[in-house]
């Protein structure tokens, strides 16, 4: 039965082509991660999602990972409970899109505290989310919710030296609603370099 | 928009071959495209005053850097000066980007060449040094598939100097391209915008005077997540008015009070040739989405068939007319005497008539891509096009006229109808009948065929397609259905009478063709070209006369020679030698083209008119700046304006720069000036002050200046 909802639902979503909106259902999703396996969105319900588009040669995420930004947003809120995927929508052949062997390596030379590093080569996911740049942070709530879509920071820039400056927008976030307040920000403009969908 | 749309292309490219290894930096093992230069427009200047500078992007290798507002990814460009004491830069000026599609993400950018335009104020009581030295660090990404943010500083050495500050002329040209790509900052169009949950709609009505067709409308604003790019902003008509739909980003924190951006258009929001980015900061309430009228497909669907239905009406006009009668003729006669394949000569007809016209329009395509200003019937702006045609026309007549038949009798070549010289003649025909049909068409159809040529390429060539099936549309219709030619009268001395009668429409058609000629090159070549017309028929009537097949042969023999003798010499002596019969006209200049009687500047003229209590305008222009060039077909062409000049006995002066004059140097500098367009009213009242109109102008702006 569910899977019939969430065919409808998916149909819906794919009709009406619009995009995951704050305040709406998270398009749920099933996507293979490096080493096979299925992860699917709602099986993480309960649970605060952070999802992270991510392409390791992009300018704007080696400004946050060659700064250790990324691994230790990562690191501080997985171990606070926060589920963390990291999704790659580079179509093959495209810059961003790596073999599981070169990813692992990637991963542990940055040292990243992700809870997973999803690939979506189709870009499906990617379009429903409405992700266009990387680094595109969205942030879901345990109901599944979309609560927060946009940049990592305020500053836009590749410049590592900013980092310091800006906004850190996904702190500000979750600092808030894992305490419980409510969201500070619900959308902010993403920057980076563009997704490489094919 | 620019001048030299190919240099403009090339010029990256030679650059990127030459100076490689010294632009941008280079990250993550790939090299910047990217280098610029910055350029002052004065060589001095001065304190109390802004100035400008321009810096010049050049992006090789079919990479692209982003706009203010970069869209849906990507970084905009931005400078950080480092300016001494007393000199302050303003808000940095962006050329109007294209739109750079990759579904599902669209970005604002640049490829090629580009400029920004940057205003340098110089602090009144400036204290500091005469030798200065402003750095500017511009930080940019620039991409193509991958990303490269690029920085780089450069350093531009600059006087500060008490004098009037003079323009720099190495530069104009390259500031005036720069302004050409600037949106336009204030116009006469009312622009209004609301908005309804996630839709926004903008209301633009043209001021009075507009008469172009808006097409391709956009919104490309400057504040982001406001719009969704992806979805297509949708065009509609409302009366005078246009109304472009928009989606708005549903992510959107807020929806401001107002909203700011550039719209961008074709053919330009003063006109053809004229700006086609208009810059609005327009209040956004909240309101009814009103409903327009479709525009694009729907009207593209009307000039369709108007076209169709103009090139039926094409056959009627005295240069097809004759032509086509012939035509006609032919289709009596193969009515009579043969039934099998007369769609075969309609079809080729057609593909003659069609084959012209997409020849016609692909080549005036092709040459106004090229940057050439041409329209409909360029041809006819050639001397020596018109002069071949008359002689052509002229020839023609005469053989209506009976004074000689070319072959054995005209009639009788359509009337071949056996055999592929038959099936080829009908192919020639069609051909003939379209580029005998330009010369009418131009009059007839001027304005729609603009249009048409305003439209993407395809859909020009549609335009035209439709234009040659109506014309050739009696006749397939004629040979297609042979039922129809039991209608046609039986052949007879009818025949003979009607063809005597087309003579006197071509003779008609070489008299327009004389005129228009004389319009270009003076009345001594039309009487040039006449004579040589009176020697051409004396060609034809000695062929006509001993060069029949009742003649022997070699009395036909000489009789032939000596005829061609008398229509090609003094024809090519024509078209060799009109120009020395040619009077200085101003072919197709401004000065004709405005209606106006401009006068060449002349302080000493403004002096004297003046002293003698008659208002003086002047009009400082140049022919390689655009916006002079729009301003002055805008303005001038008004026939209010025209009339405001004749009632209030201004006179018009026009200072031309294009080509470096102290004089009008002198005379811009006294205005506090150093570039083009510039216009100076003098009232009639005596010790009156000068107004300076401003730099875009439009009849209202005009009128109001006199008032």
Same mark, same amino acid.
């Given at each position: 039965m569910f899977y019939? /909802? %969430?065919f409808?639902f998916l149909?819906?979503?794919?009709l009406?082509?619009a995009?995951?909106k704050?305040?709406?259902p998270?398009?749920?999703?099933?996507?293979t991660?490096i080493?096979?396996?299925?992860?699917?969105l709602h099986?993480?319900t309960?649970?605060?999602v952070? /999802?992270e588009?991510?392409? %390791?040669?992009?300018p704007f995420v080696?400004k946050?990972y060659s700064?250790?930004n990324?691994?230790?947003?990562?690191?501080t %809120?997985t171990?606070?409970?926060?589920?963390?995927l990291s999704i =790659?929508?580079?179509?093959p052949g495209?810059?961003?899109?790596?073999?599981?062997?070169e990813?692992h390596a990637?991963?542990?030379?940055h040292?990243?505290? =992700?809870?997973?590093? /999803?690939l979506?080569p189709?870009?499906t996911?990617?379009k429903a989310f409405?992700?266009?740049?990387?680094?595109?942070?969205?942030?879901i709530d345990?109901?599944g919710?979309l609560?927060?879509t946009?940049?990592?920071?305020s500053?836009?820039?590749?410049d590592?030296?900013?980092?310091?400056?800006?906004?850190?927008y996904?702190r500000e976030v /979750?600092?808030a609603?894992?305490?419980?307040r409510p969201s500070?920000f619900s959308?902010?403009?993403? %920057?980076?370099c563009?997704v490489?969908?094919? | 928009?620019t001048?030299?749309?190919?240099v403009?292309?090339?010029?990256?490219?030679i650059?990127?071959?030459f100076?490689?290894?010294?632009?941008?930096i280079?990250?993550?093992?790939?090299?910047?495209?990217?280098?610029?230069?910055?350029?002052?427009?004065t060589?001095?200047?001065?304190?109390g005053?802004?100035h400008?500078?321009?810096?010049h992007?050049?992006?090789?290798?079919?990479?692209? #850097?982003?706009?203010?507002?970069?869209?849906?990814?990507?970084l905009? #460009?931005?400078?950080?000066?480092?300016l001494?004491?007393?000199?302050?830069a303003?808000?940095m000026r962006w !050329?109007?980007?294209?739109v750079i599609a990759?579904?599902?993400l669209?970005?604002?950018?640049?490829?090629?060449s580009?400029?920004?335009?940057?205003?340098?104020t110089?602090?009144e009581?400036y204290?500091g040094a005469?030798?200065?030295?402003?750095?500017?660090?511009?930080?940019?990404?620039?991409c193509k598939e991958?990303?490269?943010?690029g920085?780089?500083v450069?350093?531009?050495?600059l006087?500060?100097?008490?004098?009037?500050a003079?323009?720099d002329?190495?530069?104009?040209?390259?500031?005036?391209?720069a302004?050409?790509m600037l949106?336009?900052e204030?116009s006469?169009w009312?622009i209004?915008?609301?908005?309804?949950?996630?839709?926004?709609?903008?209301e633009?009505?043209?001021?009075?005077?507009f008469s172009?067709?808006?097409?391709?409308l956009q919104f490309y604003?400057?504040?982001?997540?406001?719009?969704?790019y992806a979805?297509?902003?949708?065009?509609?008509?409302s009366?005078?008015?246009?109304?472009?739909?928009?989606?708005?980003d549903?992510n959107?924190t807020?929806?401001?009070s107002?909203?700011?951006g550039?719209?961008?258009a074709?053919?330009?929001?003063?006109?053809?040739?004229?700006?086609?980015g208009l810059?609005?900061?327009?209040?956004l309430?909240q309101?009814?989405i009103r409903q327009g009228?479709?525009?694009g !497909?729907a009207?593209?669907?009307l000039?369709l068939?108007f076209s169709?239905?103009?090139?039926?009406?094409?056959n009627?006009?005295?240069?097809?007319l004759?032509v086509?009668?012939?035509k006609?003729?032919?289709?009596v006669q193969?009515?009579h005497?043969?039934?099998?394949?007369?769609?075969?000569h309609g079809?080729?007809?057609?593909?003659?008539?069609?084959?012209?016209?997409?020849?016609?329009?692909?080549t005036?395509?092709?040459?106004?891509?090229?940057?050439?200003q041409?329209g409909?019937g360029?041809?006819?702006q050639s001397?020596?096009?018109?002069?071949?045609?008359? +002689?052509?026309?002229?020839?023609f007549?005469l053989?209506m006229?009976g004074?000689f038949?070319i072959?054995t009798?005209?009639t009788?070549?359509a009337?071949?109808?056996?055999?592929?010289?038959g099936l080829?003649?009908?192919?020639?025909s069609?051909?003939t009948a379209?580029?005998v049909?330009?010369?009418?068409?131009?009059?007839?159809?001027?304005?729609?065929?603009g249009?048409?040529?305003t439209q993407p390429?395809?859909i020009s060539?549609?335009?035209?397609?439709?234009?040659?099936?109506g014309?050739a549309?009696?006749?397939v219709?004629?040979s297609?259905? !042979?039922a129809l030619?039991?209608?046609?009268?039986?052949?007879?001395?009818w025949m003979?009478?009607l063809?005597?009668?087309?003579?006197f429409?071509?003779?008609?058609?070489v008299?327009w063709?004389?005129w228009?000629?004389?319009?270009?090159a003076g009345?001594?070549?039309?009487?040039f070209i006449?004579?040589?017309?009176?020697l051409v028929?004396?060609?034809?009537w000695?062929y006509g006369?001993?060069?029949?097949?009742?003649?022997p042969p070699?009395?036909?023999v000489?009789?032939?020679i000596i005829?061609?003798v008398f229509?090609?010499?003094?024809?090519?002596y024509?078209?060799?030698n009109?120009?020395?019969?040619? *009077?200085?006209?101003?072919?197709g200049g401004?000065t004709?083209?405005?209606?106006?009687?401009?006068e060449?500047f002349?302080?000493?003229?403004?002096?004297?008119?003046r002293?003698a209590?008659?208002?003086?305008f002047v009009d400082f222009t *140049?022919?390689?700046?655009?916006?002079?060039? +729009?301003n002055?077909?805008?303005?001038f062409?008004?026939?209010e304006?025209?009339?405001?000049?004749h009632?209030k006995?201004?006179?018009?002066l026009k200072?031309?720069?294009t080509?470096?004059?102290?004089?009008?140097t002198?005379?811009?500098a006294?205005f506090?000036?150093?570039?083009?367009?510039?216009?100076v009213?003098?009232p009639a009242k005596?010790g009156?002050?000068?107004?300076?109109? !401003?730099?875009?102008?439009?009849?209202?702006i005009v009128l109001?200046?006199l008032k």
């Amino acid at each position: 039965m569910f899977y019939i /909802l %969430y065919f409808l639902f998916l149909s819906a979503l794919l009709l009406s082509g619009a995009e995951a909106k704050v305040g709406q259902p998270a398009p749920d999703f099933t996507l293979t991660n490096i080493d096979g396996k299925q992860i699917t969105l709602h099986n993480f319900t309960g649970k605060w999602v952070v /999802l992270e588009w991510i392409n %390791y040669d992009c300018p704007f995420v080696r400004k946050h990972y060659s700064a250790g930004n990324m691994q230790n947003l990562q690191k501080t %809120y997985t171990e606070k409970g926060v589920v963390w995927l990291s999704i =790659n929508s580079s179509s093959p052949g495209k810059q961003g899109h790596f073999t599981a062997a070169e990813i692992h390596a990637r991963m542990s030379s940055h040292k990243a505290y =992700n809870s997973d590093y /999803l690939l979506d080569p189709e870009g499906t996911v990617g379009k429903a989310f409405g992700a266009k740049t990387t680094p595109h942070i969205f942030i879901i709530d345990p109901q599944g919710k979309l609560i927060y879509t946009g940049g990592i920071d305020s500053i836009r820039s590749a410049d590592p030296d900013d980092i310091p400056k800006a906004t850190n927008y996904v702190r500000e976030v /979750l600092e808030a609603v894992l305490a419980g307040r409510p969201s500070p920000f619900s959308s902010t403009e993403s %920057y980076g370099c563009s997704v490489k969908y094919k | 928009m620019t001048r030299y749309p190919f240099v403009q292309w090339i010029k990256p490219y030679i650059f990127f071959l030459f100076f490689l290894p010294l632009s941008g930096i280079a990250q993550f093992g790939q090299t910047s495209q990217v280098s610029l230069q910055l350029v002052s427009e004065t060589t001095t200047l001065q304190p109390g005053q802004t100035h400008w500078l321009a810096l010049h992007m050049r992006i090789g290798g079919g990479w692209h #850097t982003y706009w203010r507002n970069p869209g849906d990814t990507g970084l905009e #460009t931005s400078i950080d000066w480092q300016l001494p004491a007393g000199i302050s830069a303003g808000e940095m000026r962006w !050329p109007v980007p294209e739109v750079i599609a990759e579904p599902p993400l669209y970005t604002f950018g640049y490829h090629g060449s580009l400029y920004y335009l940057i205003p340098l104020t110089v602090a009144e009581n400036y204290q500091g040094a005469d030798k200065i030295s402003i750095k500017a660090e511009v930080n940019w990404l620039e991409c193509k598939e991958v990303c490269l943010p690029g920085s780089q500083v450069i350093e531009l050495g600059l006087t500060v100097s008490a004098q009037q500050a003079q323009a720099d002329a190495q530069w104009q040209e390259t500031f005036a391209a720069a302004r050409s790509m600037l949106p336009l900052e204030e116009s006469e169009w009312q622009i209004s915008a609301r908005y309804n949950g996630d839709r926004l709609q903008i209301e633009a009505l043209p001021p009075e005077w507009f008469s172009s067709e808006l097409t391709g409308l956009q919104f490309y604003p400057y504040q982001t997540m406001l719009v969704k790019y992806a979805d297509q902003q949708t065009l509609s008509r409302s009366g005078k008015s246009y109304l472009l739909s928009v989606t708005l980003d549903a992510n959107r924190t807020e929806t401001p009070s107002r909203i700011e951006g550039v719209l961008v258009a074709e053919p330009g929001w003063r006109g053809e040739g004229s700006e086609k980015g208009l810059q609005i900061n327009i209040p956004l309430t909240q309101g009814q989405i009103r409903q327009g009228t479709a525009n694009g !497909p729907a009207s593209i669907w009307l000039a369709l068939l108007f076209s169709f239905l103009g090139g039926i009406i094409l056959n009627l006009m005295p240069c097809v007319l004759p032509v086509l009668s012939i035509k006609i003729l032919g289709f009596v006669q193969q009515a009579h005497e043969e039934k099998t394949k007369a769609w075969h000569h309609g079809a080729l007809f057609t593909g003659g008539v069609l084959a012209s016209f997409w020849i016609l329009a692909g080549t005036l395509l092709i040459l106004r891509a090229g940057g050439e200003q041409l329209g409909w019937g360029f041809q006819l702006q050639s001397p020596l096009f018109l002069i071949f045609l008359s +002689v052509f026309m002229l020839l023609f007549g005469l053989s209506m006229f009976g004074v000689f038949e070319i072959g054995t009798s005209l009639t009788t070549v359509a009337n071949k109808t056996q055999g592929a010289s038959g099936l080829f003649g009908s192919f020639i025909s069609g051909v003939t009948a379209t580029v005998v049909a330009t010369p009418c068409t131009a009059p007839f159809m001027g304005s729609a065929l603009g249009f048409a040529l305003t439209q993407p390429a395809w859909i020009s060539m549609t335009i035209f397609t439709f234009l040659g099936l109506g014309m050739a549309a009696p006749y397939v219709l004629l040979s297609s259905i !042979p039922a129809l030619l039991k209608f046609v009268p039986r052949p007879g001395r009818w025949m003979e009478s009607l063809k005597q009668f087309m003579g006197f429409l071509l003779v008609a058609t070489v008299i327009w063709l004389l005129w228009v000629l004389g319009l270009q090159a003076g009345s001594n070549v039309v009487i040039f070209i006449m004579l040589i017309l009176l020697l051409v028929s004396v060609g034809g009537w000695i062929y006509g006369r001993w060069g029949h097949l009742a003649m022997p042969p070699k009395t036909r023999v000489i009789a032939t020679i000596i005829a061609a003798v008398f229509i090609l010499a003094p024809t090519v002596y024509g078209l060799t030698n009109w120009k020395t019969f040619a *009077a200085d006209v101003n072919l197709g200049g401004v000065t004709k083209a405005e209606g106006m009687a401009w006068e060449n500047f002349d302080e000493e003229k403004i002096q004297a008119a003046r002293a003698a209590g008659r208002a003086v305008f002047v009009d400082f222009t *140049a022919a390689w700046c655009l916006s002079c060039q +729009v301003n002055e077909k805008v303005a001038f062409g008004n026939a209010e304006v025209q009339q405001a000049f004749h009632d209030k006995n201004i006179l018009p002066l026009k200072a031309d720069w294009t080509s470096r004059d102290e004089k009008i140097t002198r005379a811009l500098a006294a205005f506090g000036r150093n570039s083009v367009p510039l216009y100076v009213y003098y009232p009639a009242k005596t010790g009156s002050e000068p107004v300076i109109l !401003p730099e875009i102008i439009s009849p209202g702006i005009v009128l109001e200046a006199l008032k």
